[in-house]
């Protein structure tokens, strides 16, 4: 038997199982049409007869008569309709000859649908195969075809170019075979996003090395410093102590911050949203940094009551207070600081943090929330460049946005929009 019979053979047994299924699912929906069809007639036969026993007794119905059905005996001896009408008359009508009459129509029904769900079997299995005769073919067909286009050699030129990849080639894969479009158009989609995350990752490492370089540096300098001259000179001891212990904070918060988004990244870190009153929140934050920094006023603008959100309370404090301390950071000394909360006139809540700082021009509010990215001005700034990425990864797994008014030398105005 060749292959093309064989396909032929197996295309077949899947029509014939496909035909079975539906004639199957057929024959249940009738089967259950058919049932509750029956049990209509049977109720309908029933509730005819009751009415007519009721208009024989009493010449009248009644909706508001007392009803009943009692056992004396056997199932169909006796049934019992009571009505309080004049003189307490009770109706007791023996239920066998509706019995009877129920069972003789639904034999007859039963007898009835069974041989017309067994005539139309055959019928239906035509209909279904007429149906999906054209698609058999097409099937068929397209086995053909694709047993065409994707020969061995063919098969053996997608696994050369794929494997003659190279992650430094800028140049997209090229199979020159319609065949292969699709697959050639997803691939390159593919290298694009990895080329891109594999830049991303290295600037990363190379930016994450810059920064813990230069803390290394000054501990090992003051430590060699202190081998030196230390163990005599007091000056000398209490200069290097000071500075190790403030370059390995700072060494310390920036670990931290990189295997904060580290863990974001590969999404380690759970968001556990729940409903929080974002007045208490940014109140709480307030206080927090009029207590903090004395070198501010922070004055606490508040624009509606009530104002809730779903989100992370932690990590939406969290942002909130990276932007709190940028602004704290980059404001000169005894200039306000203003926290704000209220909503947007579609309704979505928000949050404010605005300063009287050094400001910021249009292309470094870009790139601002960029790791590592610093502009000129702030450079003059302690800081690691990690706080608005943090602030910014926080915010987008809440599916909130971020909304930017910057000028240079007159300070800056952030809000984090979250959704309604």
Sequence with gaps: ??????????????????????????????????FFEDLIIMILICGGWICYQEYEAFGSLKLDRSRGFSLNGGLADSVYYVTNGAGG??????MRPVFAAMAAVLTVLVIFQFMNILFSYYGEARKIRKIL??????????????????????????EYAIDHIQPDDEKPLKLDQSEFAGIEAAI?????????????????????????????????????????????????LDESVTAIIHEANHMNTLVEQLLFLARGDSGR?????????????????????????????YRFKEEGEGVTASADPTLLKQAV????????????????????????ETGEPYLMVQDSGIGMASADVEHMFERFYRADDARSFNGTGLGLSISKWIIDKHKGRFEILSRPGLGTRILIVLPK
């Design 1 to 34: 038997m060749s292959s093309s019979q064989k396909s032929d053979k197996r295309q077949s047994k899947k029509v014939n199982s496909i035909v079975h299924s539906i004639e199957w699912y057929v024959i249940r929906i009738k089967t259950g049409l058919y």
């Design 89 to 94: 008359v009770e109706l007791e009508a023996g």
């Design 133 to 158: 005769r054209p698609l058999n073919e097409l099937a068929l067909k397209t086995d053909e075809l694709g047993k065409a286009a994707y020969g061995p050699e063919n098969y053996q030129a997608l």
């Design 188 to 236: 390159n989609n593919l290298l694009v996003r990895l080329r891109e995350s594999y830049k991303q990752q290295n600037r990363f490492v190379n930016d994450a090395s810059h920064e813990l370089r230069t803390p290394i540096a000054v501990i090992q300098g003051y430590a060699n410093m202190l081998e030196r001259w230390g163990k005599t000179d007091e000056q000398v």
């Design 269 to 297: 870190t759970v968001i556990n949203p729940e409903t929080v009153n974002l007045n208490d929140m940014m109140r709480e934050i307030y206080e927090e940094s009029f207590m903090i920094d004395e070198n501010h006023p």
């Design 321 to 344: 207070r990276v932007l709190v301390d940028n602004a704290a950071k980059y404001t000169n000394a005894g200039d306000e600081i203003t926290l704000g909360i209220g909503r947007k």
